[in-house]
């Protein structure tokens, strides 16, 4: 399995983040007219990487270095061309010739530029080979790994990094394509409120760095004031704003609600992001049901440390992501989430300890599911060489980082899935069953889908397509058997038989918790790559039981 696509549809640092989460060894094939590139990750880690317009042979790093002289470079070249190994620099060191430290420094530094470089290529293919045992296929050619692997995720901040300081020390100025270029050139692309002075400006610094214009402002009075001044205008600037930052009239520290109110008050279409240490799940629906552009956490309190500042890089990652995203809508934006009442036939919750880590997906959830996607602007066309869900991936990956309540975790699993697939239904598994949680392409079987599904319960045959899926803990891709767990389970979910099936296992607690089913009827059509899929639920697996692991500590220090 591949995943293909273009650099000018997701760029290098968006593909290092996705391939780091996916945990995933291979090889990543950079191309651009007359030049090829290579990445090789272990483990979703990089250890090698190299350029057509180069080698990363040890000797001749060593030798291009001043640190091993030409006499000794024939002498070690021909020693090491006699033993036929590839791995020069471990003979290097073996061999005494250099020591280890300083082999390790020149190839990671010779990498990094490497790397560091690719930022460049804003246009090109890439192409990720997955393997997963690397070494019994790959076979290098002299080339050097690292003993330490890089961090793909700080590679692809630092990468950004130094490709926006080139382009500043070159004066260079993004070019503006649309027809809005005047308005962003005149007015704040971000107006930050944050109670917090020290993050305010670190988030100012930040995102100016990396080439946005900004402005910070003091309170909420001086933002209603200046949004008044500009509500003629064909877009608005992209606020981001503290949670607890003070009411305008000082009556309260809720005061990124009071701004969603104000903004819903008067009509404006504004992208709020806010920022909060407040993890509470009934401030997440109010913040939603007023319009909230997205709602990402952040440490209680700033400090320089690592942890603080991991946290908010990606932060920063997330708003530039974001702003991209609204500046492909056309800098348009549809504030408000309907408002969610439930339907008078919705079947009650169960007791179910499966439900402590996964909830279920009732009626609300699903039509809150079917208004969030309004609120995501339309990707870019995918080219006929780019792998099925890839331009989405990153942007999923990004939601799911940061879930408000395990909820949502099952809300994006079957966003994802609708744009692969035709019909897809999630379940909770129990012991010996399988329970209904939501669904989609269900419509054209049921004239209430959602409430069939929630009654939904399905005894789980050995055989089945979701028995083996339920026994070996793998996904599964196949023409369903004519067996009678097969035929019992597509019976209860519409009757008609897939030309290919697709069944997923989410993992939490080394248990298989929930099992996504998936194929493309009333079409007679075999299932896509589903690799981009797999990474996600991977990703899924591990928030959920990280989710289930907080839980766990919480009753027990309750029960303490």
Do not use: C
Request: charged fraction near 30%; glycine fraction near 6%.
């Amino acid at each position: 399995m591949s995943l293909i696509g273009s650099l000018e549809d997701l760029a290098l640092g968006d593909i290092l983040q996705i391939l780091s989460l996916s945990r995933r060894s291979g090889i990543l094939y950079l191309t651009r007219k007359g030049e090829e590139g290579k990445i090789v990750f272990i483990d979703g880690q990089i250890i090698s990487a190299s350029n057509s317009t180069g080698s990363n042979d040890i000797l001749r790093l060593l030798h291009e270095k001043g640190i091993i002289e030409d006499k000794l470079m024939e002498e070690l070249d021909r020693q090491i061309d006699k033993s036929g190994t590839s791995d020069a620099k471990s003979f290097l060191i073996q061999s005494k010739n250099i020591n280890e430290d300083v082999a390790e420094e020149v190839v990671q530094t010779y990498m990094n530029d490497i790397i560091f470089g690719f930022f460049s290529w804003t246009e090109g293919n890439f192409d990720f080979e997955i393997t997963e045992n690397l070494k019994d296929v790959y076979k290098p050619q002299r080339e050097s790994y690292l003993a330490v692997p890089l961090n793909p995720q700080y590679v692809a901040i630092e990468g950004a990094r130094k490709s926006d300081e080139k382009r500043r020390d070159q004066g260079f100025e993004t070019e503006q394509k649309d027809e809005f270029a005047e308005q962003i050139r005149e007015m704040e692309e971000f107006i930050i409120i944050d109670q917090n002075a020290d993050s305010q400006t670190f988030l100012k610094d930040s995102l100016e760095s990396r080439g946005f214009r900004t402005s910070a402002m003091a309170d909420l009075n001086a933002l209603y004031e200046y949004l008044e001044t500009i509500k003629d205008s064909p877009r608005f600037p992209m606020v981001i704003a503290d949670l607890t930052i003070p009411k305008a009239k000082g009556e309260g520290m809720l005061g990124g609600m009071e701004l969603l109110e104000w903004i819903l008050e008067k009509k404006m279409k504004v992208p709020v992001i806010l920022l909060s240490s407040v993890n509470n799940e009934e401030v997440l629906k109010e913040a939603k049901l007023s319009g909230v552009y997205a709602y990402l956490k952040k440490p209680k309190k700033f400090s320089r440390s690592s942890p603080d500042i991991d946290i908010f890089m990606e932060i920063l990652e997330k708003v530039t992501t974001l702003f991209r995203q609204y500046q492909e809508a056309g800098f348009t934006f549809k504030p408000g989430m309907k408002d969610v009442k439930p339907r008078a036939d919705v079947v009650p919750d169960d007791e179910d300890t499966g439900s402590r880590f996964v909830q279920d997906i009732t009626e609300e959830l699903t039509k809150e599911f079917q208004d969030e996607t309004e609120l995501l602007p339309e990707t870019t066309e995918q080219r006929a060489d780019t792998s099925p869900g890839l331009l989405t991936l990153k942007s999923m990956i990004d939601e799911l980082m940061s879930p408000n309540f395990t909820g949502e975790v099952t809300l994006l699993i079957m966003r994802f899935a609708s744009e692969l697939l035709n019909r897809g239904i999630l379940f909770l598994v129990t012991r010996n069953k399988i329970k209904g949680l939501g669904q989609f392409g269900l419509e054209a079987f049921f004239d209430n889908p959602n409430v069939v599904v929630k009654k939904m319960e399905i005894e789980v045959d050995e055989h089945s397509l979701v028995g083996k899926v339920l026994k070996y803990k793998v996904s599964l891709k196949e023409a369903p058997e004519q067996t009678e767990g097969n035929k019992n389970f597509l019976g209860q979910i519409g009757g008609e038989w897939p030309v290919e099936s697709y069944v997923v296992p989410l993992l939490t607690a080394n248990r298989v918790a929930a099992v996504f089913y998936g194929d493309n009827v009333p079409l007679k059509k075999k299932i896509p790559d589903m690799t981009t899929f797999e990474i996600f639920m991977s990703q899924a697996s591990i928030v959920m039981e990280k989710a289930y692991l907080e839980r766990i500590i919480r009753e027990r220090k309750d029960e303490q």
